[in-house]
T-cell receptor
Framework: DGGITQSPKYLFRKEGQNVTLSCEQNLNHDAMYWYRQDPGQGLRLIYYSQIVNDFQKGDIAEGYSVSREKKESFPLTVTSAQKNPTAFYLC??????????????FGPGTRLTVT | AQTVTQSQPEMSVQEAETVTLSCTYDTSENNYYLFWYKQPPSRQMILVIRQEAYKQQNATENRFSVNFQKAAKSFSLKISDSQLGDTAMYFCAFMKLGLYSGAGSYQLTFGKGTKLSVIP
């Protein structure tokens, strides 16, 4: 079955440590996205990538970094510079970033807890 | 910048009844898409229904339909014959359509969500 996988489902880290969240898709989608969800909030865009080796900052990129070396993979690193890293992180992908293939499909998410 | 407002943090409905969730948005754009996403307790985001702004006809997907009022910038979701499996957070989302790949094109802007509980 084609889809988006995020691992692990739950992640715990100590404050001051960098942590990388995995996102893999086998849908052959060009575009990938990272969102953050906090309680009582909608999803907010962290980073997005329209093609391999290219990515753009979203609304809340500070304290995060990404890479897009392969079409299938878009890992997100939460650095120690992120002030409030505890949140639910969702990865999404779309076939392309162009008009006709805009629908975004979401992974199951990773709950990150930093103490 | 676009904003999406969902004014009902929580709602409940009896099983088999009909419920309407409200969404308003603010934009100066003319070309855009609107979406309703469902997030059940599993937290998997699922697309419920989409509406292209250039289409006057309201979108319908089985028990789900929208009332799209472009001039009023309103995009409500109606769920008919509510089922227990409809219990979830519902998010309204806006996507600007750009002619070129630029910052902000094709990004989703979400509202804060409405928690819907279907009561047996």
């Amino acid at each position: 079955d084609g889809g988006i996988t995020q691992s692990p489902k739950y992640l715990f880290r100590k404050e001051g440590q960098n942590v990388t969240l995995s996102c893999e898709q086998n849908l052959n989608h060009d575009a990938m996205y990272w969102y953050r969800q906090d309680p009582g909030q909608g999803l907010r865009l962290i980073y997005y990538s329209q093609i391999v080796n290219d990515f753009q900052k979203g609304d809340i990129a500070e304290g995060y970094s990404v890479s897009r070396e392969k079409k299938e993979s878009f890992p997100l690193t939460v650095t120690s510079a992120q002030k409030n890293p505890t949140a639910f992180y969702l990865c999404a992908s779309s076939k392309t970033w162009r008009r006709v293939d805009y629908e975004q499909y979401f992974g199951p998410g990773t709950r990150l807890t930093v103490t | 910048a676009q904003t999406v407002t969902q004014s009902q943090p929580e709602m409940s409905v009896q099983e088999a009844e009909t419920v309407t969730l409200s969404c308003t948005y603010d934009t100066s754009e003319n070309n855009y898409y609107l979406f309703w996403y469902k997030q059940p307790p599993s937290r998997q985001m699922i697309l419920v229904i989409r509406q292209e702004a250039y289409k006057q006809q309201n979108a319908t997907e089985n028990r789900f339909s929208v009332n799209f009022q472009k001039a009023a910038k309103s995009f409500s979701l109606k769920i008919s014959d509510s089922q227990l499996g409809d219990t979830a957070m519902y998010f309204c989302a806006f996507m600007k359509l750009g002619l070129y790949s630029g910052a902000g094109s094709y990004q989703l802007t979400f509202g804060k969500g409405t928690k819907l509980s279907v009561i047996p």
